[in-house]
């Protein structure tokens, strides 16, 4: 049976409902012999998972998806396989947190602005397990204080992009964190390119280091996976993948529903150690 691997997992230390234990159970259930836990701007989850996924025998690749800019879009890079542990890169992923929660602030006093009053900050930060709070915990106090019926909605009429109480998050750049991502040992992976858009990018992120693109993406065509893998292999990089599973917070995915093969993992650590 050949190994695959799901690399493109969250926990409940950033935006996903589902805990480490959870995760490494779900694993398990999809047949995954290898998991890579990308959670924003955090590495909290990954030693936890690590420990849980010891009894089922699935590898754990130490992850992170960082959140930056260009061009006016939302551009989020991938790092793999570096020194999660290491206390300099922790320090600077904890200044991001901390953009994180003003960011939260300002969007509560923006509901408030329009009328919607009773949204506490802590309630919303204790649906995480770090400072890694996000638009998904925001919804979901929205929810259960009834100003709408499901998260989706929160979104529709309050929190996406161009909705009265988004405020954007302060974001390097992602040649900032691909040399950030570098600078600790690991490998740079564009996330799910066929949302964001930035293509023409893409020769200048491998300038800066970029070594992956995320090629295997759920709920896309096999036009466009075929696309992005002509050109990771026009631009010499790995192509990787993974669900991108939020547990119950995300419901058009799963961990599982999009995999690589294991040669792919074997790919990223020779990058990393070269």
């Known amino acids: 049976m050949t190994k695959t691997a799901d690399l493109h997992i969250h926990t409940h230390f950033s935006d996903s409902t589902s805990s480490p234990e959870e995760v490494a159970q779900q694993a398990h259930a999809a047949g995954v012999a290898c998991i890579g836990i990308a959670d924003h701007d955090i590495v909290d989850g990954i030693a936890p998972t690590k420990k849980?996924?010891?009894?089922?025998?699935?590898?754990?690749?130490?992850?992170?998806?960082?959140?930056?800019?260009a061009n006016g879009r939302d551009v989020h890079m991938l790092g793999y396989l570096f020194d999660y542990q290491n206390a300099e890169m922790q320090e600077r992923l904890e200044t991001m947190?901390?953009?994180?929660?003003?960011?939260?602030?300002?969007?509560?006093q923006k509901l408030s602005d329009l009328g919607i009053?009773?949204?506490?900050?802590?309630?919303?930060?204790?649906?995480?397990?770090?400072?890694?709070?996000?638009?998904?915990?925001?919804?979901?106090?929205l929810v259960k204080n009834?100003?709408?019926?499901?998260?989706?909605?929160?979104?529709?009429r309050y929190l996406a992009?161009?909705?009265?109480?988004?405020?954007?998050?302060t974001k390097l750049t992602p040649v900032e964190a691909i040399d950030l991502i570098r600078s600790y040992g690991g490998v740079a992976v564009l996330a799910h390119p066929m949302f964001t858009r930035v293509d023409e990018l893409i020769p200048q992120f491998v300038e800066a280091g970029m070594q992956g693109l995320e090629v295997y993406y759920p709920n896309c065509t096999p036009a466009t996976t075929e696309f992005?893998?002509?050109?990771?292999?026009?631009?010499?990089?790995?192509?990787?993948?993974?669900?991108?599973?939020?547990?119950?917070?995300?419901?058009?995915?799963?961990?599982?529903?999009a995999t690589i093969p294991y040669e792919q993992v074997e790919k990223l650590k020779e990058r990393a150690h070269g």
Do not use: W
């Open 52 to 69: 849980a996924a010891e009894q089922y025998d699935i590898e754990v690749i130490p992850g992170v998806e960082l959140s930056t800019q």
């Open 97 to 108: 947190q901390h953009s994180r929660g003003e960011r939260m602030r300002l969007m509560i």
């Open 117 to 141: 009053s009773g949204i506490d900050y802590d309630e919303v930060c204790s649906l995480t397990e770090s400072g890694a709070v996000g638009r998904p915990h925001l919804a979901t106090v």
């Open 146 to 156: 009834g100003v709408v019926p499901n998260m989706q909605a929160a979104f529709d």
């Open 161 to 169: 992009d161009d909705r009265p109480a988004f405020v954007p998050k």
């Open 228 to 257: 992005y893998a002509k050109i990771a292999k026009k631009y010499d990089l790995v192509a990787t993948g993974g669900s991108d599973a939020h547990g119950d917070a995300k419901k058009n995915t799963y961990l599982g529903k």
